[in-house]
């Protein structure tokens, strides 16, 4: 392996991450500027397929390496193997997860060199990789420049850069990297799905709602129905079924607002902002959502931002490109109908 632009594919038992691929495209254009290869660094078990497939969006070549202590992710052991891989690199590209949140950081430890995490943009500049990434909450933009040379750590956030097309024409070599592992201190016992199953940080689109979605008093509860906190529930499920009708037309995921999610409307799998997910999908419609500092610091990379909201002073129509000012009630099946109706569905 010569190239010195190395990408980590990030995986959940061999099956990647759509950041991964985002990762290698942006790799492809710092290998560009500094005159190198791409090169996928793939560490798992039974992964020999996502060296092909990393080789199909643009990696030049990969390495892969694979044992049977290697099949859950550990922090410890992977970090191992990746130091290994990436001793002799310039660069080292992570998509951002919360797998690469720790492994990024335990390499840069284990080889004395910087990182910057969750990176929007990147250039280079006399061999050096310069790095656009948002701190305090999304407020500032910080550009970082690691000066150590070898290897400059990046991981990017998810969708902050285009995925390449695949091109199953394209061949590269696949080398095994050779490698031993010390004592493990920890075993993954199992694991248990998180209720909804939505993939936030990887959709285009995402309709998201906040406490907003209870509030139709002239909705009546059932008769059996008495508790005044059931009776909010009750009203934002409706709520949410009007945004999860929405979502459906649109393919999209479906996002909330800590506030919504706090009030038992809808599982913390979904929320968005500084103590949930970060998401950039390219639309982003927000519904009953107040525009909250914690919130916007999750969703304000989107590349197109709608809000409907009854109060027109509402902080998120400062972030949004196109704002309703409207009872969600109304208005969310209203965009519901003309979305069916534009995208024939
Ligand atoms: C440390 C910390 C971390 C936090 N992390 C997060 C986080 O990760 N994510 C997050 O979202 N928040 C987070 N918060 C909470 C955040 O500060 C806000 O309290 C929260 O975002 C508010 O949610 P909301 O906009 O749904 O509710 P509200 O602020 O109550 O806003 C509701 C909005 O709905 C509108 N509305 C009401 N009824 C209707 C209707 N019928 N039709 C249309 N509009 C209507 C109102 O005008 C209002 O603007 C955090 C707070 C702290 C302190």
Do not use: C
Not at 17 to 34: D, F, N, V, Y
Not at 54 to 62: L, Q, R, T, V, W
Not at 99 to 112: G, I
Not at 219 to 230: A, G, M, S
């Amino acid at each position: 392996m010569t190239n010195k632009v190395l990408v980590y594919v990030d995986h959940f038992k061999g099956e990647a991450l759509p950041a991964s691929w985002e990762a290698i495209g942006a790799a492809r254009k710092i290998a560009e500027s500094l005159g190198s290869g791409v090169t996928a660094v793939i560490v798992g078990q039974d992964v020999q397929s996502l060296a092909k497939q990393a080789i199909e969006y643009g990696a030049d070549d990969a390495v892969v390496a694979e044992s049977p202590a290697l099949a859950d992710f550990q922090p410890e052991p992977y970090a191992d193997v990746l130091s290994k891989a990436a001793a002799e690199a310039d660069v080292l590209l992570l998509p951002t997860s919360g797998r690469t949140r720790e492994l990024a950081a335990m390499v840069a430890v284990d080889l004395e060199t910087g990182m910057a995490p969750d990176v929007i943009e990147i250039a280079v500049d006399d061999g050096l990789v310069l790095a656009t990434r948002p701190i305090y909450a999304g407020k500032l933009l910080s550009k970082v420049v690691i000066k150590e040379r070898k290897p400059q750590i990046l991981t990017t956030r998810s969708r902050a850069f285009p995925k390449p097309e695949p091109d199953a024409s394209r061949s590269g070599e696949v080398t095994s990297l050779e490698f031993e592992l010390g004592e493990v201190p920890t075993e993954v016992l199992g694991y248990k799905e998180a209720a909804g199953g939505v993939s936030l940080t990887d959709a285009a689109v995402i309709v998201s709602g906040g406490r907003g979605v209870s509030n139709n008093p002239s909705l009546t509860p059932p008769d059996e129905i008495t508790d005044e906190k059931e009776q909010e529930i009750w009203r934002a499920q409706q709520g949410f079924g009007l945004v999860g009708d929405l979502a459906g037309v649109l393919n999209a995921a479906m996002g909330a607002s800590r506030a919504a999610v706090d009030a038992g409307y809808i599982p913390y799998a979904n929320q968005v902002g500084q103590t949930g997910k970060v998401v950039s999908p390219d639309l982003y419609i927000a519904n009953g959502i107040s525009g909250a500092i914690q919130h916007l610091a999750g969703m304000r990379t989107s590349k197109t931002i709608v809000a409907v909201n009854k109060d027109p002073e509402a902080p998120i129509f400062k972030l949004a490109r196109f704002g309703v000012v409207g009872d969600l009630f109304d208005v969310v099946p209203a965009l519901t109908a003309a979305f069916k109706e534009r995208l024939g569905k």
